[in-house]
């Protein structure tokens, strides 16, 4: 790899040439077609960031801005390390479907420069990978309807219709074993919580959209209620591991 002092020095003529040879040298294979020269965007962050800031890039491509401010760092040591955010697409195709130019490219350039540089040894990066979501999957495209729906079959074992008239909470399942009433609350008002409250229970769980009132609520009387969010009864009610039938006493959906 060039050393990175002299690339400083001449960032204003660089030029994507200059980009394809640093990334041929750092990664090798794929390459990558036009990518910015490290010392054009090396004198760009320094120029427009302080030590210590968290440079971000939404294009990453072949990570030519996590090389600068790697680059950057090593230049100046006794300054707080910048940091850097890199996101980009994978380029799959249906042509390419097992494309992955974060992985094989950028995540791969930016392990080979901390390698290559005894001065940069101490760095480290997480390399994430976003999945796609089929809609029905996403919490927070969920409904409470679906929410009750999903439990009552978890704690149920069987999907039941939703009670049409409440004062904002769905009972969905006593278990008599244990003593646990579970309870969706859709509609957090004061008559929701007062009905709660009355509700004869060894322990009370509740699913809400706003977990911490319900938990501030019952602390005020005294009481310990474990609260949970709606996001949490979808993600639960998903992927929960099954009970046994028989440890679920059926009681029948009831209304307030
Ligand atoms: C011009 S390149 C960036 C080059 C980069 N500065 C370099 O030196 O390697 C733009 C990159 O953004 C990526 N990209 C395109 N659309 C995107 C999107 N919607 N979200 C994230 N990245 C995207 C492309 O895959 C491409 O690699």
């Avoid at 927070?140 to 079959?153: H, R």
């Avoid at 278990?175 to 509609?187: E, Q, R, S």
């Avoid at 959209?209 to 938990?215: D, E, I, L, Q, S």
């Avoid at 009610?237 to 046994?244: D, N, S």
Wanted: glycine fraction near 6%; aromatic fraction near 6%; charge should be neutral.
């Amino acid at each position: 790899m060039a050393t990175l002092e002299a690339e400083t020095e001449v960032w204003c003529s660089a030029t994507s040439q200059e980009g394809a040879w640093q990334v041929a040298e750092t990664v090798w294979q794929p390459a990558f077609p036009y990518p910015k020269p490290l010392s054009l965007i090396q004198g760009l962050i320094s120029q427009a960031s302080r030590p210590g800031d968290t440079v971000l890039d939404f294009f990453a491509g072949s990570g030519t801005t996590g090389h600068a401010v790697l680059a950057l760092n090593a230049l100046e040591p006794e300054a707080t390390p910048r940091k850097f955010i890199l996101c980009s697409s994978t380029e799959a195709t249906t042509k390419e479907p097992g494309k992955n130019l974060c992985r094989d490219v950028c995540a791969a350039r930016i392990s080979k420069v901390i390698a290559s540089d005894a001065a940069l040894a101490h760095n480290s990066f997480a390399y994430l990978q976003l999945d796609r979501l089929a809609p029905g999957d996403a919490p927070f495209d969920a409904s409470c309807v679906q929410a009750f729906q999903l439990l009552t079959l978890r704690l149920g074992q069987v999907a039941r219709p939703v009670p049409a008239a409440d004062q904002g909470i769905k009972i969905l399942v006593q278990n008599a074993g244990d003593g646990v009433l579970t309870v969706l609350c859709h509609k957090l008002t004061r008559a929701a919580l007062d009905a709660m409250a009355v509700l004869p229970c060894r322990q009370l769980r509740v699913y809400s959209t706003r977990p911490a009132t319900v938990r501030e609520h019952f602390a005020a009387l005294g009481r310990e209620v474990e609260s949970l969010s709606l996001q949490k009864a979808l993600l639960h009610a998903q992927v929960m591991p099954r009970r046994k039938a028989q440890t679920w006493p059926q009681s029948a959906p009831q209304s307030l």
